[in-house]
T-cell receptor, first 112, second 115 residues
């Protein structure tokens, strides 16, 4: 599955820098949020999730922040590596709806 | 490797034709989801099956249909194909009802080109 044709905003960072990818979600009733990474030729891959009763959750080199007041989600990647180059999607699961709604995605380009 | 298998990887067909996309979920997963990824629409949820039964429906056209078989594999049937149906079609699976409380695991997709 090739995703390079998607017309997406691009974040360019230097290898070793920290990356912050932002996402505005639409439904104030959403209570579960997920970040997915899609590398060229592959399907989306789960990175990290967070529930609405939390503001922050940390994984290995990644942190997700949730601001419910402004319906904003961010993904922070520490010490970005070339292997982090991909398209990143946030997704929300509105309470009461058995659906996962994906955002438009952001392309992360890591330069040596 | 997510454990979700999709076939074929690529499909080229003509307008008006009908195709079938196949998905085998991860071992033990009962839910199968179908998503469409196009250049201008991003990832759009089409439909979900849980243990053979339709569980949730998204923006799936009437020309499209899906089913989940007793062995839990799923097929997405696309008929009367139009140029605009050209897209990547992903299948995902999860253990339970999902997706509001569990991870979805995605396959590598089927690239459909309608000429």
């Amino acid at each position: 599955g090739e995703s390079v044709g998607l017309h997406l905003p691009t974040l360019s960072v230097q290898e070793g820098d920290n990356s912050i990818i932002n996402c505005a979600y639409s439904n104030s009733a959403s209570d579960y949020f997920i970040w997915y990474k899609q590398e060229s030729g592959k399907g989306p891959q789960f990175i990290i999730d967070i529930r609405s009763n939390m503001d922050k959750r940390q994984g290995q080199r990644v942190t997700v922040l949730l601001n419910k007041t402004v319906k904003h989600l961010s993904l922070q990647i520490a010490a970005t590596q070339p292997g982090d180059s991909a398209v990143y999607f946030c997704a929300e699961a509105p309470s009461g709806y058995n659906k996962l709604i994906f955002g438009a995605g952001t392309r992360l380009a890591v330069h040596p | 490797d997510s454990g979700v298998t999709q076939t074929p990887k690529h499909l080229i067909t003509a307008t008006g034709q009908r195709v079938t996309l196949r998905c085998s979920p991860r071992s033990g997963d009962l839910s199968v989801y179908w998503y469409q990824q196009s250049l201008d629409q991003g990832l759009q949820f089409l439909i979900q099956y849980y243990n053979g039964e339709e569980r949730a429906k998204g923006n799936i056209l009437e020309r499209f249909s899906a089913q989940q078989f007793p062995d839990l594999h799923s097929e997405l049937n696309l008929s009367s194909l139009e140029l605009g149906d050209s897209a990547l079609y992903f299948c995902a699976s999860s253990v339970g009802f999902g997706p509001t409380n569990e991870k979805l695991f995605f396959g590598s997709g089927t690239q459909l080109s309608v000429l």
